[in-house]
């Protein structure tokens, strides 16, 4: 495996549920991110994660959990979402924090709440 | 604050024709700049970047970005677009200070090539 890997690409859930989001980076990254993509909308910061420590929570709904076991690991527990919490999740890594840094981003995981 | 703004969020022009997507920025210093590409069902990848030196910036696939301090702007050109390059692009822009994290996106502007 190379890159940034999600599971599972595709998740459907009621509201009265609780899944989690995988992500995995294989490129040796120290920092790890959550970004939501809706329709016609931004992207929107969710959490970031450096050296398996939280420096970001972007007023994020605590019905959404992030974990970060290590470096190469990040995870998003979910659970009892709403259905306008329907949309693209995306994982990206990097190497450092700093601004010049690229994102290197993975295919997403397309979760629908029921 | 920063801001990002990207005119269009559908182009469409004819395979082999050029391709301009427009990006304008609002920041107090100059930022990082960058253009993303998202293919169908995928991430979104990085096509290029610009920190610092010289302001014409090459990226993938024949794309390429200039940066235009006086006019806050970062557009994207091709000169001949192909029908592969359908696709939503992505505008970002990150402040020199303070870390990526606080790198902000545009709304994405969907490029449709026309046979």
């Known amino acids: 495996e190379t890159g940034v890997t999600q599971t599972p690409r595709h998740l459907v859930m009621g509201m009265t549920n609780k899944k989690s989001l995988k992500c995995e980076q294989h490129?040796?990254?120290?920092?790890m991110y959550w970004y939501k993509q809706s329709a016609k909308k931004p992207l929107e910061l969710m959490f970031v994660?450096?050296?398996?420590?939280?420096?970001e929570n972007n007023s994020v709904p605590s019905r959404f959990s992030p974990e970060c076991p290590n470096s190469s690991h990040l995870f998003l527990h979910l659970h009892t979402l709403q259905p306008e919490d329907s949309a693209l999740y995306l994982c990206a890594s990097s190497q450092g924090t700093s601004g010049a840094n690229v994102l290197t981003f993975g295919a997403g995981s397309r979760l629908t709440v029921l | 604050a920063q801001s990002v703004t990207q005119l269009g969020s559908h182009v469409s022009v004819s395979e082999g024709a050029l391709v301009l997507l427009r990006c304008n920025y609002s920041s107090s210093v100059p930022p990082y700049l960058f253009w993303y590409v998202q293919y169908p069902n995928q991430g979104l990848q990085l096509l290029l970047k610009?920190?610092?030196?010289?302001?014409l910036v090459k990226g993938i696939n024949g794309f390429e970005a200039e940066f235009k301090k006086s006019e806050t702007s970062f557009h994207l050109t091709k000169p001949s677009a192909h029908m592969s390059d359908a696709a939503e692009y992505f505008c970002?822009?990150?402040?020199?200070?303070?870390?990526?994290?606080?790198?902000?996106f545009g709304a994405g502007t969907r490029l449709f090539v026309k046979a």
């Open positions: 970002a822009v990150t402040p020199p200070t303070g870390g990526g994290f606080k790198t902000i």
């Open positions: 994660y450096s050296l398996e420590e939280r420096v």
């Open positions: 490129l040796g990254h120290n920092a």
């Open positions: 610009y920190t610092t030196g010289a302001t």
